[in-house]
């Protein structure tokens, strides 16, 4: 792989990164608004989901990128991560 392509690969990174962490700024400002959600609790939620989108981010990385790695010791803590974050970051959705 070359270094441009290195580069270009690690700028996409960092722009998907960016719109995530604004994901989960609009996610946790939804719960407050329209859930009547504490902000604490609506912030934790929204960094769950942050972290589910990272782990899922990774997970497409690895497999596109680095398919050496993308073997099941790699993916299957970084999946399971993935889905117990993205369920946490839902709970609030089903509450009362």
């Known amino acids: 792989m070359s270094t441009n392509q290195m580069l270009l690969t690690g700028a996409g990174f960092v722009v998907v990164l960016a719109i995530c ?3 989960q700024r609009f996610y946790a400002n939804y719960l407050v608004r329209e859930r009547k959600l504490a902000p604490r609790s609506a912030n934790f939620s929204g960094m769950l989901m942050f972290g589910s989108l990272i782990c899922v981010l990774m997970l497409a990385f690895i497999g596109t990128m680095a398919g050496a790695f993308f073997r099941l010791p790699f993916i299957l803590p970084l999946a399971g991560a993935a889905l117990a974050l993205g ?4 709970m609030p ?3 009362r």
């Open 21 to 23: 962490f604004f994901l």
């Open 93 to 95: 959705l089903f509450k």
């Open 87 to 90: 369920v946490g970051s839902l």
